[in-house]
């Protein structure tokens, strides 16, 4: 059964960090480029950063850039994203995707696979 499982989510406040991970099993996880998107209570999902299949190529939006990093092992199947200096705009329930990309990666792109989400929440 193909699955993606996103995790790491929780309360966190302003100025702190989170790391979640985007776990796949199922599937050739290493044949595929990876997506993180979020969606924030009554706002349309948005994506925020992916990775190519060899990690050549990240692409951040402006709104996470310099905060976020993401970065994968495909020896776990796993894509990875370090949130810092999170702040209350960053609330939102985080998911992640898979992409049939076989050079770079694109937040714009066909998800093959969405895995269930993760909440954060950056509250004081």
């Known amino acids: 059964e193909v699955q993606l499982q996103a995790s790491g989510g929780g309360t966190v406040q302003p100025g702190g960090s989170l790391s979640l991970s985007c776990a796949g099993s199922?599937?050739?996880?290493?044949?595929?480029?990876v997506a993180w998107f979020r969606q924030a209570p009554g706002r349309e999902r948005e994506g925020i950063s992916c990775?190519?299949?060899?990690?050549?190529?990240?692409y951040y939006v402006d709104s996470v850039k310099g905060r976020f990093t993401i970065s994968r092992d495909n020896a776990k199947n796993t894509v990875y994203l370090q949130m810092n200096s999170l702040k209350p705009e960053d609330t939102a329930n985080y998911f992640c995707?898979?992409?049939?990309?076989?050079?770079?990666?694109?937040?714009?792109?066909?998800?093959?696979?969405w895995g269930q989400g993760t909440l954060v929440t950056v509250s004081s």
């Open positions: 995707g898979t992409e049939s990309i076989v050079l770079g990666c694109s937040i714009n792109g066909r998800i093959e696979t």
């Open positions: 199922g599937f050739s996880f290493d044949e595929y480029a």
């Open positions: 990775i190519s299949i060899s990690s050549g190529t990240k």
